[in-house]
């Protein structure tokens, strides 16, 4: 008979050396002989959870766990089968008594971070995982992880911290590279993307999140024919994964191929059909009928179901809203829509507020400081340049219709929404710099559209720097985008929106914004010349498109060009909320919606003109 002291003590060499399936068979070999040996069954429990081997690792590291209480090996391993074994609960509660066995363990203290992540309690995850990747500052997965949690919490900033220091850390870190590009997309640095999204290719030609991301960066900078390419890709690499599928019909809905998009978010929804994304962008692109409550019904049965994270319960809310409202359930609608934006807020801020005495301090700021004395001052400081238009409004005023509309013309590109001059604008105070970056702009503009004798920067929130914008380049034409106000604010209520705009979903906030706006454009109307600022009505423009439309074009010093009366013939990317509305006709359905809407406005009512 073998000497089973000496069976199980190679066997613990072998684990040690990583030779784990020798490990394996001599301490299987040392329970045949002697059932029940606490140590050989922890070994081969250990071996088996790390093997993924779980109808073996579980009973055998429940049993040790049972004998021996003060096994934090036993514990800890546990934990990570029950957990891999999709068991959140009884995994967690095995990794709190690992812990509480050795709070030191880095490895212990991840592993309940990673539990409370399954369960979606994000504030516990976040502590454990703080505390692991300050224990343990130089192992990369940490800080990614941690990353991840504070997405969730709405901290966005100190989630891009955690993932830079996971891509310093290995650089080939693909998924922290991933998630930077989101952000980047996010924030509308769509070169950014492109380099992240480059760098992950170079580790993996065959990514299927690099190309993903890739396609993303390729719809904000304008290049149709490269997303199309590489969403191609993706499903070549990955043609059954849900969450895949609704991200590739993402971008094919932007650069306006619509049915190819609607097609694939319902093999997605077959796929899996807790979702919300997917049940939203389908919903958005078409008219919901009585014919549609399957639709209904699917949805509202997703809704209910407990494992449906935070996000997209919040996108199915909004569907949801939008199904009732065309089914003309405008109370059922606006609940849908009051909850999917409570539900999105959370996920943006967390317990945080939106900081309105910031905001307006900068309004205060651009009134006094950006005046008629400073454009004089500053006035020959600029590039006298007539390259750039820029179209500016509130949020869901109809900036994306205006920039359809002029990038029909055959001089005019299209530059999407460029946040240039907000990133820019603390060092524009010196006419030298202020020069330098007019010209460093124009060298974006003219590398976004090549040979274009105008090109349409549609960033809405560049109201706020339009004094800036205007002595930069003062020759640069500015349209207003008015629409009514409670139109307005009820469109950014309907409408999910990804960036990280902290305002967008509490009714006082959109209304303060609102009012501080319309503050801003007052006192740019002031200061800047009708030959460089055209104000237009969104409900003149949808109801006399070609009147409004050659206005426009003259405006900009063009001739006229019929194209501008199609503008859902134009082919290029459209990069935000109102892709799939651009690709029709011009409506106008969408003139005076908030009164439908009326009992159930709340502090939108606020609003409306005397």
Known sequence: MPDLTELLTNAAGAYKEGRLDEAFHLSRDVLAARPGDVEAMLLMGVIAARQHQLG??????????????????AHHWLSVALRRGKKPSEALAMAEKAVALNRQEPQALFQLGMCHKDLENWESAESYLRSTAKISPHISSFQYQLGL???QLGRSSDALVAYRRAVALNPSHV??????????????????????????????????SGHSLLASASVGLNKAAEAAHHVGRVLELEPDQPEVLTHCATILHAIGQSKEADNLYRRSIELEPRQGYAYYALVRSQKVADSDLHLVREMEKAQVEPSLPRRHRGYLEYALGKAYGDLGDFQSA??????????????????????REDFRRGADFAIRTLGSDFIDGYRSAGMPDELPVFVVGMMRSGTTLVEQILSSHGEIGAAGEQRFWSENRGGAYDQDRLRALAASYLKTLNEIAPGKSRVVDKLPENYAHLGLIHVALPNARIIHVRRHPVDTCLSIWTTPNSSRVPWTNDKRDIVF??????????????????????EIDY??????????????????????????????????????PSDWQVRQPIYRTAVERWRT????????????PE
């Open 149 to 151: 949690v504070l997405d």
């Open 334 to 355: 606006m609940s849908h829509y009051d909850d999917a934006n409570l539900a999105i807020r959370h996920q943006k801020l967390g317990s945080a507020q939106f900081d």
């Open 513 to 534: 914004v609102y009012k501080e706006y319309l503050r801003l454009m007052e006192h740019w109307r002031r200061i800047i010349g009708s030959d460089r600022l055209l």
């Open 175 to 208: 998924d922290a590279l991933y998630c930077i590009g989101q952000m980047l997309v996010r924030d509308l640095d769509f070169r950014g993307a492109k380099e992240h999204a480059d760098r992950m290719l170079e580790v993996d030609s065959n990514s299927v």
């Open 597 to 608: 809407y009326k009992p159930w406005l709340g502090e939108f009512m606020d609003l409306l």
């Open 56 to 73: 073996i690792a579980i009973p055998l590291l429940a049993q040790v766990a049972e004998r021996d209480p003060s096994s934090f090996l």
């Open 539 to 576: 409900e003149d423009l949808v109801t006399e498109p070609e009147r409004v439309s050659r206005q426009m074009v003259a405006f900009c010093g063009l001739a006229w060009d019929g194209k501008c009366l199609r503008p859902e013939e134009n082919t290029r990317a459209v990069a935000t």
